[in-house]
């Protein structure tokens, strides 16, 4: 049974920091790349990071968003600084077999998907 849980989110004000986790089990870790999405209310799940064979970022969170991971503890995480108000959202984990893809924005490449963790940002 795979389960991806997600942890770290809470409350924050504007220009500070959070550091989101992602544990996983029931899979081979390093055999898949892992990313972050987002959810807004109202709005559409949007792609934020992914870390596979590359990394890449929404532009929306270019410099300011770090994705990293431990294979060793099956861990990926998402260090976010400088946060905005409209960073606010659900944010979700995500599992993909496709490691090795180029391009790894699309939901429908994820087999996973944990529960979401709130980020809330006040201005």
């Known amino acids: 049974q795979v389960q991806l849980v997600e942890s770290g989110g809470g409350l924050v004000q504007a220009g500070g920091s959070l550091r989101l986790s992602c544990a996983a089990s029931?899979?081979?870790?390093?055999?898949?790349?892992m990313a972050w999405f987002r959810q807004a209310p109202g709005k559409e799940r949007d792609f934020v990071s992914w870390s596979g064979a590359t990394t890449n970022y929404a532009d929306s969170v270019k410099g300011r968003f770090t994705i990293s991971r431990d294979n060793a503890k099956n861990t990926v995480y998402l260090q976010m600084d400088s946060l905005k108000p409209e960073d606010t959202a659900v944010y979700y984990c995500?599992?993909?077999?496709?490691?090795?893809?180029?391009?790894?924005?699309?939901?429908?490449?994820?087999?996973?998907w944990g529960q979401g963790t709130q980020v809330t940002v006040s201005s």
């Open positions: 995500a599992a993909s077999p496709w490691y090795y893809r180029a391009t790894l924005s699309s939901k429908t490449l994820y087999n996973y």
């Open positions: 029931g899979l081979t870790f390093r055999d898949y790349a």
